[in-house]
């Protein structure tokens, strides 16, 4: 089993790298710095990893080009499992992105990956079986507040993904989207240094009631890599704690430092003010609130029922989706699983 990681050397791409390689794949990846690259690989074949290396800013054509000889080299042609993973962002109100750093987040989160994929795919190919996976963010899905770029080069994967699922299914090519929640790592620290009230806000929107760790993203990387997930493609699954599906964190999530102004004016979703406590409910919640049953309850329920309020008539809930039963199954006890 072949991989090749881009941007393994901290963070979720290092995460991934690990966990591929302890599960016995022989792993390329890159990264832009020599010399924490060179840290990296000697850490991993000290603990027994098979895992190359190459310096390669994933932003240069050039370079990306030099990556996939070199991997085609190492692997004799053949890779099983393609991760695109190299992302930045830059946090700012839309209005105040320059043009260059328009270019750079495009270049790095969007063009590297599309241009990556390209080059692999003969190698995906003639391996047989190839797996690609984007590590997408929730951004591509929900509106975060001042990730413009980020959230429409995420969104940009997410369909990136579905259209090769669909092209090279031919070929033996299954290709998702993973999609993170905010996740411990070196970039977060970076961006949200001294906004604790930003990752405060966010937990408190988040259901599990934290930020993810890098492993807790790997695993499901790994999982979409794997023959048990041979039936799956063209999928894009959120590893974000349940935040997508609650109420105040799902569809609308702003940037703190707002003025009341702000505040008042952001673009809030109809609540259910009938709903028992103090808990509201969307439709978008409802995944949240079924996990959140007993399983004695969840059998006894209906999975979806629209919620009414005074003003709003929702419409039905499609059927439950594999993400959401993903989800519920994730979040439930280990005493929910015994019958
Ligand atoms: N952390 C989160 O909360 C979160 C949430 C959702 C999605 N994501 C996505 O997950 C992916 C990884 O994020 P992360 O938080 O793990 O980032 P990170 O901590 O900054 O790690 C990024 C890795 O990619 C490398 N890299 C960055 N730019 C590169 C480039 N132009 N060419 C080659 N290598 C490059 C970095 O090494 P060098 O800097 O030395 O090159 C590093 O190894 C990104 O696509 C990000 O958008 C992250």
Redesign the pocket.
């Known amino acids: 089993m072949t991989a090749l990681v881009?941007?393994?050397?901290?963070?979720?791409?290092?995460a991934v790298v690990e966990e591929l390689a302890e599960l016995g794949a022989a792993v390329h990846t890159?990264?832009?710095?020599e010399s924490?690259?060179n840290h990296r690989l000697q850490e991993w074949s000290s603990k027994g990893f098979t895992v190359t290396g190459s310096v390669?800013?994933?932003?240069s054509r050039p370079q990306r080009e030099q990556l996939l000889e070199k991997v085609s080299s190492i692997f004799n042609g053949k890779l099983n499992i393609l991760i695109n993973?190299?992302?930045?962002?830059i946090v700012k109100p839309n209005l105040e992105y320059t043009a260059e750093e328009y270019s750079l987040i495009m270049a790095?989160?969007l063009e590297?990956c599309y241009h990556i994929s390209q080059l692999s795919h003969p190698l995906l190919k003639a391996s047989g079986f190839g797996s690609i996976v984007f590590?997408?963010?929730?951004?591509g899905s929900l509106h975060v507040n001042y990730t413009s770029i980020?959230g429409l080069t995420?969104a940009a994967m997410n369909q990136l993904a579905k259209n090769l699922a669909c092209e090279w299914a031919k070929d033996n090519i299954r290709s998702n989207s993973v999609?993170?929640?905010?996740?411990?790592?070196?970039?977060?620290e970076?961006l949200f240094n001294n906004h604790d009230e930003f990752i405060n806000t966010l937990v408190s929107k988040t259901p599990l009631k934290r930020?993810?760790e890098?492993n807790e993203v790997s695993s499901m990387v790994a999982f979409l890599c794997m023959p048990a997930a041979s039936y799956i493609t063209g999928q894009t699954i959120l590893v974000d704690g349940g935040f997508s599906k609650h109420t105040t964190g799902g569809g609308c999530f702003l940037f703190p430092a707002r003025s009341k102004r702000q505040q008042a004016l952001a673009p809030l979703l109809p609540v259910d003010r009938s709903t028992r406590g103090s808990h509201t409910q969307t439709p978008i919640s409802f995944a949240f609130c079924r996990e959140r049953r007993s399983k004695r309850s969840c059998r006894s329920r209906p999975l979806a029922t629209p919620v009414v309020d005074n003003n709003h008539q929702f419409p039905p809930l499609l059927p439950p989706t594999l993400l959401d039963l993903l989800s519920a199954t994730r979040t439930m006890r280990p005493e929910d699983h015994r019958s």
């Not at 890159?30 to 710095?33: A, D, L």
């Not at 999609?179 to 977060?188: D, E, S």
């Open positions: 881009t941007g393994g050397t901290h963070g979720i791409g290092y890159c990264s832009r710095n924490e690259l390669c800013d994933a932003a993973n190299v992302g930045t962002n790095t989160n590297s590590i997408s963010s929730v951004a980020y995420k999609a993170p929640g905010c996740t411990r790592t070196p970039l977060v970076r930020i993810a890098a």
